[in-house]
Structure formats: structure tokens, C-alpha cells
């Protein structure tokens, strides 16, 4: 069974620029969340995926935006950073049933630096 | 709006020693509460959650409603319990499987 996978590892953009950090899901896992840790935070939720469309979102601006793919692996896309974007991005992957889910299993995350 | 709130940022204590990390929530609805740790160089993972009630590497938590509270706790603490731990919610009536997570507290168990 492979695990929650997340690329890059690190990332260095510049203010203005635009980034897409990719995540796939465990195996047999349908549904995909992402979360911002900023440093000494914790992990705060930014959007879920379920079946390819958005499921729930966080407080964040339209200019964190996603998608999920067929095979279920996701991507989050970033436009106009700001310094204020520098964190870990975390993607999380659980299986949904109906109304039932189970645990999430977290990546190991994506550090994106903004200069 | 549905809040964790882990009081301590670091917490050390002597091996054998009993440890409890706090947290308190604010939600109105009927919570599911969890605790996250993460070890040096390793991923986030699912500690205990508390619909479980169960103990997982001697820790326990019990999710007192009347204190909004969900310390974790363990008896003798082991150096290898060394790791940030964080408390998070879920909505048990969200349509979303929304976690929202404490600050963490960082736990140093020394020999």
C-alpha cells in the first residue's frame, strides 16, 4: 500500500508568481484535503476534493484553487503569492463512504518560500 | 466559529515521569476530537481519536463536555513520546471531513 506522496519537497518563488503543488493519494483513498501550516501554527484546512469537485473550504482567497483527478491525486494552485503564502502545504487523503469517512493520512508536505 | 486551543507550546518532562498535554475547544455542535503527533522527520499521524476510547502507547484522552476539554495524558512518560502533538475537531454533522488543529505542543521527554 503506498502512502500519501507530495511533490516538490521544497519550493522558492517570488511575489506575484504563481505555483502548483501536486498530491497523491493513498491507495483506495477517494477523497483529498489540503492544509496550510505556517510556521509555529498548526495545520489549517484549506479546501477537501470528493469525486473531482470541491467539498468544503477553508477561510482562504479565491486565488487558492484546486482540482482532483480522476485517479483521485490533486492538485493545489496558488496565484499572485504573497509573503504571507510561505508555509508547509500539507495534502491529507481519506476514503469517503455516503456520509462515513475514515482517518486521513497526511504527505509529508511541500515547504513553498515566497521572496 | 469552532476553535482548539492548546495552551502549553512546550512541555518537558523527566522519562517515567506523568505527562498531559492539554486542549480546550469551542464548537457549538457535537464534536469528534482528536490528537495528532508528529515525530522528528516524520509525517503528521492520527494518534487517538476520542469515539475510539481507546489507549494508543499508553496515552488516553477523555472529552469532558462540561470543561470543552480533551487532555492527553499518559502515566510514565518515554523518551521516544518526544514529538509535537496537536489537538484538532472535526465537525461530527459536517458534510466535509474538516479538521481544525491547535498550535501543537511540543513535548521533551529527557532521560
Known sequence: ETGVTQSPTHLIKTRGQQVTLRCSSQSGHNTVSWYQQALGQGPQFIFQYYREEENGRGNFPPRFSGLQFPNYSSELNVNALELDDSALYLCASSSRAGASYNEQFFGPGTRLTVL | ?111
Not at chain 2, 518515554?78 to 466535509?96: H, R, T, V
Open chain 2, 1 to 111: 466559529a469552532q476553535r482548539v486551543t492548546q495552551p502549553e507550546k512546550l512541555l518537558s518532562v523527566f522519562k517515567g515521569a506523568p505527562v498531559e498535554l492539554k486542549c480546550n475547544y469551542s464548537y457549538s455542535g457535537s464534536p469528534e476530537l482528536f490528537w495528532y503527533v508528529q515525530y522528528s522527520r516524520q509525517r503528521l499521524q492520527l494518534l487517538l481519536r476520542h469515539i475510539s476510547r481507546e489507549s494508543i502507547k499508553g496515552f488516553t484522552a477523555d472529552l469532558n463536555k462540561g470543561e470543552t476539554s480533551f487532555h492527553l495524558k499518559k502515566p510514565f512518560a518515554q523518551e521516544e513520546d518526544s514529538a509535537m502533538y496537536y489537538c484538532a475537531l472535526k465537525d461530527s454533522g459536517g458534510s466535509n471531513y474538516k479538521l481544525t488543529f491547535g498550535k501543537g505542543t511540543l513535548l521533551t521527554v529527557n532521560p
